[in-house]
């Protein structure tokens, strides 16, 4: 390997993302609705166990409206940003096919093979 | 495939690296990398049935990341591509014992055209063989080959200029 | 009823059958099987309001004021490992419906040597506007068919020249129609 090589591959070796980053992902696909949630082992029931079941849901049940307000603001932002995404994806893959189109045009010296076909 | 939460998580991890390094690598843009990696693993998430072996999910991320950034590139700048041999070169001149050395190379390589500097950091970065990036970019072989060599040649002019010196 | 008369009912009539909606069929869903990687994209009218709401950065005005026009953007990409995979007969059945006296093929280039077509339609409205654009692109490894279903000014998309990689396109005016003869 030359010094050009060994310099390019000091430069470009690989890079992590910031902390955090697996995490980030499993929590935005959570807010869009994917189930990435492991499935967690049946506790053994007891007396006390079943009383603190029922305190916490309690509580659950009341903290549930508000949260599910921020849950559906929330969604619709995830569903906002990833339709945006989409239309700018979209807009991208038209402009290539459009370019496309233009070049093979211009290939066949600019003989309009239908009427119109300016690009 | 198929795989659970678990098993996605970890495959997230295992890669996490490669394909935000492409995409940063190109794009020298930290958080843009972020975002384009974290929008390829969603959509890996979708294709995972279609996708038969580990090699063919490092295949597909590869490639798909290769093309998401090199599609970001021509969307946000807006600037036509430049032939090889008027790429601008760095104003810094560092010392051959300055860190920045390796920075000044990066600038070199961010300054080549789109899919040129493309090839470069897939071989460079990834190790990959001509051929491999090939399928990658959807190229033939020798136009790889053609341009990767062509863009070291530049690179190799315009560093030397830099260091005042020759670079074997 | 004199001739005119007539020619203008089954106009009506044939327009009136061919569904305003384009299908984006079956077959072409079963080509994802087949492909290495896969573009997706509906985008109807409540989609694209929600996306519009949220592209409000300066780089995204033109295209926000253009989406907010639209009623549905649709794409089918397919890439493929190998050449084959696909047929003109998967094609067809989205061609076919452009044979509409709805839609207009603007442009169709068709290289056998690469085996690469493309084909680009717009459809009119009652007052001649253009309100749809469908573009078929083929390769021997990819295919990909694009409906953009809602108004599409020609200055909106000469201005989208170099944005999102829409180049600069130049729509000719259409010729007025000769004035029919008199009966």
Redesign the interface.
């Known amino acids: 390997m030359?010094?050009?090589?060994e310099?390019?591959?000091?430069?470009?070796?690989?890079?992590?993302?910031?902390t955090g980053?697996?995490d980030?992902?499993?929590a935005?696909?959570a807010v869009?609705g994917?189930?990435?949630?492991?499935r967690i082992e049946r506790p053994k029931w007891s007396w006390p166990t079943l009383r603190w079941a029922a305190i916490v849901t309690v509580i659950a049940i009341t903290v549930t409206g508000i949260s599910y307000r921020v849950h559906v603001h929330r969604s619709?932002?995830a569903?906002?940003?990833i339709?945006?995404?989409?239309?700018?994806?979209?807009?991208?893959?038209?402009?290539?096919?459009?370019?496309?189109?233009?070049d093979?045009?211009k290939?066949?010296g600019g003989e309009q093979?239908?009427p119109?076909?300016?690009? | 495939m198929t795989l659970n939460g678990a098993g996605f998580a970890e495959l997230v991890r295992e890669h996490q690296s490669m394909v935000f390094s492409i995409a940063y690598r190109f794009l020298r843009d930290r958080a843009v990398a972020e975002e384009l990696a974290q929008d390829v693993f969603l959509k890996l998430y979708g294709e995972l049935p279609r996708l038969q072996s580990p090699d063919h999910v490092k295949f597909w991320l590869r490639k798909v990341i290769s093309h998401r950034a090199m599609d970001h590139a021509r969307s946000a700048h807006r600037r036509h591509e430049v032939a090889l041999d008027e790429i601008r070169e760095p104003a810094a001149c560092p010392s051959r014992r300055d860190p920045l050395l390796e920075a000044s190379v990066r600038k070199l390589v961010a300054s080549l055209p789109h899919q040129a500097r493309m090839i470069v950091v897939l071989r460079y970065q990834e190790d990959m063989e001509p051929h491999e990036i090939g399928k990658v970019l959807g190229l033939p072989t020798a136009t790889v080959k053609s341009r990767l060599h062509r863009s070291l040649a530049v690179l190799r002019g315009k560093a030397e200029r830099l260091m005042g010196e020759p670079i074997r | 009823m004199n001739r005119i008369g007539v020619s203008l009912a089954l106009l009506i009539l044939t327009a009136g059958a061919w569904p305003q909606q384009l299908k984006m069929p079956v077959n072409l869903d079963r080509l994802a099987a087949k492909a290495s990687e896969t573009t997706d994209i509906t985008l109807n009218g409540r989609m694209l309001q929600l996306a519009a709401k949220f592209m409000n950065d300066r780089d995204d005005a033109e295209a926000r004021s253009l989406v907010k026009k639209l009623r549905g953007i649709y794409v089918r990409s397919f890439q493929f490992e190998d050449e084959g995979e696909y047929s003109d007969s998967d094609i067809e059945s989205v061609r076919s419906q452009l044979r509409s006296p709805l839609w207009e093929k603007i442009v169709g280039v068709r290289s056998k040597r690469e085996g690469e077509n493309a084909e680009i339609y717009f459809k009119g409205d009652a007052s001649n506007q253009i309100d749809g654009l469908v573009i078929i692109a083929a390769d021997p490894k990819e295919l990909t068919i694009i409906h953009i279903d809602g108004p599409l000014d020609p200055s909106d998309l000469e201005k989208l020249g170099g944005d999102f990689g829409v180049p600069r396109v130049h729509i000719p005016a259409k010729p007025k129609p000769a004035k029919a003869d008199a009966p």
Request: charged share 35%.
């Open positions: 030359n010094q050009m090589d310099k390019l591959k000091r430069a470009l070796r690989r890079r992590n993302p910031s980053f697996a980030r992902l499993l935005r696909m869009d994917i189930d990435m949630t492991p619709q932002e569903e906002a940003r339709a945006k995404q989409q239309v700018m994806l979209a807009l991208r893959i038209t402009g290539a096919k459009l370019r496309i189109a233009r093979k045009v290939a066949v093979t239908t119109g076909d300016t690009l």
